[in-house]
């Protein structure tokens, strides 16, 4: 049991000593950011459910892989805060408060939709690539029937942040169980969904490594200050 406690706080320590005070001290108005957040993906499913209300948001909001890019580069934003209504909308609220807040504690309010916006854009980049190869290609390629997919959420944003989040507090154990489930999501049910979790991984390990080496070219040459020499960066609020 005492390792297993160890084990525990080595990975998960950094991380309850960031939230926890942050929590106590300011508990909501510490993540005005994402409140503001589910705020904005409440309404926007209320109005999507409506019959006045349902063409807008799949104007302003819709992704799909056959629509032009310049359309899907403009939608993609907000796409990341219109839940899809075939699943429970609280699940989708539930990522945004628990992975965002924790985010935005630990990483700021402009690094947490950054690299939200570049697992999001990644997947949706990633669709076209898909269905341009083809199902033929093994892994990486799509039907085309894809093209056709309306491809909105939080999820992509979720699970590159919850990676993001695990390189940066060293809990590199909880962003490779991340990693693992959704390869094992793309085996037991390959779908765009799926494949899409995996290119916003990608993305974000791309991220990791170059932020690593920046660090390490940092640490040699003396510049990198605290960040460089623990590997770990000061928490911010």
Known sequence: MNRVARAARAEWGPLYAAV???????????????VAAVALATVVHLVHRRTWGYGFI????????????????????????????????????????LVFGIAEICLGKRRTPAVAYLATLAGTLYARVGVA???????????????RVVDTGPSAAVVGLAV??????????????????????????????????LAAIAAVLVLCGLRAVRQRRSARSGAGGGEGRSGVPPIQS
């Open 58 to 97: 799949e104007e302003v909001g819709a992704v799909r892989a056959e629509d032009p890019l310049w359309a899907a580069l403009l939608r993609t934003p907000l796409s990341l805060f219109v839940p899809a209504l075939d699943l429970p909308v609280w699940g989708a609220l539930a990522q945004i408060l």
């Open 164 to 197: 993001y989040l695990g390189w940066r507090l060293r809990a590199y154990a909880t962003a490779g169980a991340v990693v693992v489930a959704m390869i094992v999501e793309v085996l037991v049910k390959e779908n765009l969904a799926g494949k899409e979790h």
């Open 20 to 34: 926890r005070p942050a929590l106590a001290r300011r508990r909501l108005r510490a993540v005005p950011m994402t």
């Open 133 to 147: 190869l083809g199902p033929d290609v093994p892994l990486a390629g799509l039907p085309c029937s894809d093209a």
